[in-house]
């Protein structure tokens, strides 16, 4: 066994190098095997190879961590909370390809067990009564929020992340599969599995960074979820599946802002399985498929919606009256091209308050719609499982 000694810059992490006659999944080199932790302080590349993740690993600012293809990196819950958290400044490397994606996931294979990858920037947001920053609602408690709309986090593809959904330091906030805190559009986000976490699958709080080809598959809260002004104007194949426990499949606000911008994403696919409950159980009413509230907004084109049928259910809820006046009436929701299986009711009210009707060219609806378009591999096959279909 080779061992490789690393200098005190990068304070808590351990890297152990070895070689073993184990299958290589087309890679040339041998795999390497270590334990990551503490703080990166400077740049670093984790060659292929399995590794264990001890504790909350905090990549800092000016360091650049690289994962290579093929890597596996575990979780233990046993051992306390584990994550992941590219702090501002700082930039994470995923490296992954369909063949060979990047795994990180936890040794019991339990939902809720570690943090996720959780990344933070200092593109715009728009919080509460237009605050400009905020602090994190993971339970790190870290600022964000900023004036660098370009900020960049650096890149993620053909990654997974399995099994997260944390809830850490008070007990009640969580964290998701991957955690977006005012990411900029420097970030590169593209083919990215969120898999059976506890809380959502993908959230964005505020900031502008966009994100091709998601996969959210059986996450217990919301599969897309955005608040604090996000808004992304490239976003294309967004694919939701929610079995078991889940709630809506996208929750849109903007914490009560009313703004003129906007994301945009096109093509989405959005299914519930029969049988799936709510989180809270049969007296939480968070089973449509698209909730807007808090003045939440989007473009949103060539959807697909199936099985949300769950009585009393609608593929799109419109949770307030100001939200139904500025956004709806006020031409900020836009949904062309949809297709809704299941006979499904369109949209609707939450309450007999207010009534939802969407002007001229704002809804459209096509059986022609196709929904995400994404090519399976094993990036997104678990256990032999296409999660595509």
Not at 27 to 35: A, D, F, I, R, S
Not at 231 to 246: C, P
Not at 325 to 344: A, E, H, P, Y
Request: glycine share 14%.
């Amino acid at each position: 066994m080779k061992k490789l000694v690393l200098s005190a810059a990068l304070l808590g992490l351990l890297f152990t190098g070895c070689s073993n006659d184990d299958d290589n999944n087309g890679n040339t080199q041998p795999p390497q095997e270590g334990v990551i932790s503490g703080e990166i302080t400077s740049d670093q590349t984790f060659e292929f190879g399995t590794y264990v993740l001890d504790g909350i690993v905090r990549i800092k600012s000016g360091a650049t961590a690289t994962f290579d293809a093929g890597s596996t990196i575990t979780a233990n819950m046993a051992n306390g909370v584990d994550a992941i958290v590219v702090e501002n400044g700082g930039r994470l490397i995923i490296n992954g390809t369909a063949a060979q994606p990047v795994v990180f996931t936890e040794a019991s294979k339990t939902a809720g067990s570690w943090g996720g990858i959780i990344m933070y920037g200092d593109a715009p947001i728009m919080g509460a009564g237009g605050a400009t920053t905020k602090t994190s609602e993971d339970g790190l408690a870290l600022p964000y929020g900023g004036t660098n709309p370009a900020h960049n986090g650096g890149s993620l593809r053909y990654a997974r992340v399995e099994y997260a959904g944390k809830k850490i330091s008070d007990g009640t906030s969580e964290m998701n599969g991957f955690s977006f805190y005012s990411v900029g559009s420097g970030t590169v986000l593209e083919n990215l599995v969120s898999y059976k976490g506890a809380d959502d699958g993908f959230e964005f709080y505020g900031g502008t960074v966009s994100a091709t080809n998601l996969i959210s598959y059986g996450n217990f809260d919301d599969s897309f979820d955005w608040q604090d002004g996000w808004r992304g104007a490239n976003n294309s194949n967004w694919y939701a599946y929610q079995t078991g426990t889940g709630n809506f499949a996208m929750e849109i606000e903007a914490s009560n802002n009313n703004n003129d911008f906007f994301p945009t994403i096109t093509n989405i696919t959005l299914i519930r399985e029969s049988g799936t409950q709510t989180e809270g159980g049969s007296s939480a009413a968070e089973y449509d498929a698209i909730q807007f509230k808090k003045q939440g907004n989007g473009n949103f084109s060539n959807v697909v919606i199936s099985g949300f049928t769950t009585t009393g259910a609608t593929a799109v809820r419109i949770q307030d009256a100001d939200t139904n006046t500025d956004q709806v009436l006020g031409g900020k929701i836009k949904l062309t091209n949809l297709k809704i299986s299941d006979n499904t009711t369109p949209f609707a009210a939450a309450g007999a308050t207010f009534t939802v009707n969407f002007p001229e060219n704002m809804w459209t609806e096509s059986q022609l719609a196709t929904g995400a378009t994404i090519n399976n591999g094993n990036w997104s096959t678990i256990n032999g499982v296409n999660l595509l279909q």
